[in-house]
């Protein structure tokens, strides 16, 4: 009788307790079969793939070597949490990843006791963990802070600001260095592993301790001198000398996918009396799956895919997207203009400016995860006479707020800023909206706001953008495809201020004044309404600041009902129209105007569409802010006419 097949290691392991309870020895399959699962749920799903296979043995061991939940584990970004999520208790529900109502794509802390910080900006593990392990040792109880963070993250200047202050840590601080580019390490094997393993180990350390302790009583020269042999020879075998200058007992680098060089080494450091640690890891984005191993990017976000072949499950074909329209137009700029040059943060393809970069390799700047420097560059050379394009999704502009306030806006600097993502953004939820950037930047004093409305003016706003040497300007477009509107051969140089009538209704009961893409579900509503017998009229005002005042005051002087409608959070473009008719006077004769904007409230991943349902923002929700207005009107008009 053949034997039965074993229950995969997998189907035992609910959360890390259940995981500790293993031998070491099974550690090997387990880690195969959580690869496996990975693939398959995002394969079902689409996601982050490549930086989470590459992480799938750190994830195993570390769940395995520390005591978690009650050791922090904090995962910088958290696009790599995949694995993590699988063996703490979410396996279950693993397909319903940045689905509406399922798991979301990052770590949440409402979702799991085993996220204790949310995630998805990177470079702050390292200060959330140094803000857990602190408030420990405070208190007096148990639990260590662990941060992952990967070479990419560490290019951001907060990673080294927290880093210079853990040293109050102590032990209670475990940094560890996901480096999957090979940036920083070289080729890692037998000897970096056992060298790894003796300077962890408690005898080494104990060693280290005892020697740093009769040093001091020597004379100060020699004391330096015993202090800096010291780490000139493990720098010399392993690197890592930055690291130590800023307080760190450094380990490694050992390789990350070899779980018998992993598992000690943890192990050493989680007992160690002596801290902050950082361990070196190198690791492979994609490991374990040969599509995402030969991929550029490592499959790092991808569309659902066959796990088979590896092939991705494309879109059909549809209009243009708009970072690749901003991309190519500003080619075209920059051909006529050798003062352009272009600026992102780690996000060449994502801000469509890779075609830039292969065009005028000169004059492009990757600054890596560092917006704040990234604005303050771009600031530099505006004020040196260049035509700099800053583009930057607009939840990571959030980051450089203050470069923009004080070293953009109040020197009344020409940079022109290309705010990706504005608006929500479907699958990556709250943290990666672009729900703000009208309200923070039409506040300022100098700054030009425009939102484009389709992909013909997204052409027009970059074209006008490049001729703007006035001061700071800024365009806003959202995630995704445009609306098939076409492009025009010749860009047309906007007046500053000024929208469009893009629908003139016959009589004067309803007016919509919308900014950005919500234009085209203002026109269906026109059609409802005007179906219903109430004569609509649609603008596009393009610019937030300064705004129409001219054609706003027409519309609210000659119409029932004026509704502004915008892909941002209260106090962005309705508020400001608000503003100018209360200065002038305007809502006193009964006008009824309403605005509509994205909700007080994070909202949760789902598709744009069921979003921007719920946010109260389609032509449904027009309709029905109209109507409800003129119920209200001492004329019942609506009434009347239905």
């Known amino acids: 009788m053949a034997d039965l097949p074993a229950t995969p290691l997998l189907d035992t392991v609910s959360t890390p307790d259940d995981l500790r309870k293993l031998k070491p020895e099974q550690l090997r399959q387990l880690a195969d079969e959580l690869r496996t699962e990975t693939i398959s749920a995002v394969g079902t799903t689409g996601g982050h793939l490549g930086s989470g296979l590459g992480v799938v043995e750190l994830t195993t061991a570390i769940h395995y ?10 995962w910088d970004v958290g696009h790599q949490c995949y694995p993590h999520k699988i063996l703490t208790g979410r396996r279950d529900r693993i397909r319903t990843l940045r689905q509406g109502g399922g798991l979301s794509g990052f770590t949440k802390r409402s979702e799991s006791e085993y996220d204790p910080f949310g995630a998805a900006h990177s470079s702050t593990s390292i200060s959330a963990a140094l803000g857990f392990a602190v408030a420990n040792k405070i208190a007096g109880t ?18 080294y600001e927290a880093m210079n202050n853990a040293e109050q840590a102590g032990n209670r601080l475990v940094v560890i260095l996901n480096d999957n580019d090979m940036s920083i390490a070289p080729p890692v094997g037998g000897l970096s592993a056992y060298l790894s393993r003796m300077v962890s180990s408690r005898e080494f350390l104990g060693m ?46 050992i390789d990350g996918h070899n779980l018998d060089h992993l598992i000690p080494v943890l192990e050493n450091v989680r007992d160690a009396e002596e801290g902050p640690i950082l361990v070196h890891v190198v690791t492979k984005k994609g490991k374990g799956y040969a599509p995402a191993e030969a991929a550029a990017d490592k499959y790092h976000g991808v569309q659902k895919f066959d796990v088979i072949s590896g092939v991705q499950t494309k879109a059909p074909p549809g209009p243009p997207q708009y970072q690749n329209v901003f991309g190519a137009q500003l080619v075209a700029e920059a051909a006529k203009d050798d003062r352009i040059c272009a600026i992102t943060a780690a996000m060449p393809s994502g801000t469509g400016l890779d075609a830039f970069a292969k ?64 608006g929500l953004v479907g699958a990556d939820g709250a943290t990666h909206a672009g729900s703000f950037d009208v309200t923070y930047l039409a506040t300022l004093p100098n700054f030009v706001v425009m939102a484009a409305a389709d992909e013909a003016e997204l052409v027009h706003m970059t074209h006008t953008a490049a001729q703007h040497d006035s001061g700071p300007i800024a365009v806003r477009y959202p995630r995704g495809n445009g609306t098939g509107v076409g492009l025009p051969e010749v860009p047309e140089l906007l ?42 009229t649609v603008a596009d005002l393009r610019f937030a600041k300064p705004l129409d005042v001219d054609l706003i005051r027409k519309l609210l002087t000659t119409h029932e009902v004026a509704v502004t409608i915008e892909e941002n959070s209260v106090g962005g473009f309705g508020a400001h129209v608000l503003t100018m008719a209360s200065d002038e006077g305007l809502i006193d004769g009964g006008l009824k105007l309403r605005t509509l904007r994205l909700p007080d409230v994070y909202q949760d991943q789902d598709k744009p569409e069921v979003q921007y349902a719920e946010a109260g923002l389609d032509a449904t929700a027009l309709v029905d802010t109209v109507l409800k207005a003129l119920r209200h009107n001492s004329g019942g008009v609506a009434e009347a006419r239905a």
């Open 208 to 253: 280290r301790e005892l020697a740093k302790k009769l040093a001091r009583r020597l004379p100060r020269p020699f004391h330096n001198a015993a202090r800096k042999t010291d780490e000139f020879a493990r720098g010399m075998t392993m690197g890592g000398t930055l690291f130590e200058e800023l307080g760190f007992y450094y380990v490694g680098p």
């Open 142 to 159: 148990p639990g260590k802070g662990i941060a992952v963070i990967g070479d990419g993250a560490m290019s951001a200047g907060m990673a």
């Open 495 to 536: 007046e500053i201020g000024k929208g469009r009538i893009v629908r003139e209704g016959k009589g004067k009961t309803v007016a919509i004044l919308s900014l950005g893409t919500r234009l085209e579900e203002a026109l269906k509503a026109a059609d409802v309404l005007e179906a219903k017998g109430l004569s609509t």
């Open 65 to 74: 070597v520390f005591d978690t939940p009650r050791d922090r584990l904090v």
């Open 359 to 422: 065009a005028y390799p000169d004059r492009f700047f990757d600054v890596g995860i560092a917006e704040q420097h990234g604005v303050t560059f771009a600031a530099g050379l505006a004020a040196q006479g260049m035509r700099p394009f800053c583009a930057i999704y607009s939840t990571f502009l959030q980051r450089a707020y203050d470069q923009v306030v004080h070293d953009v806006a109040i020197q009344n600097l020409p940079v022109r800023f290309a705010i990706d993502r504005a």
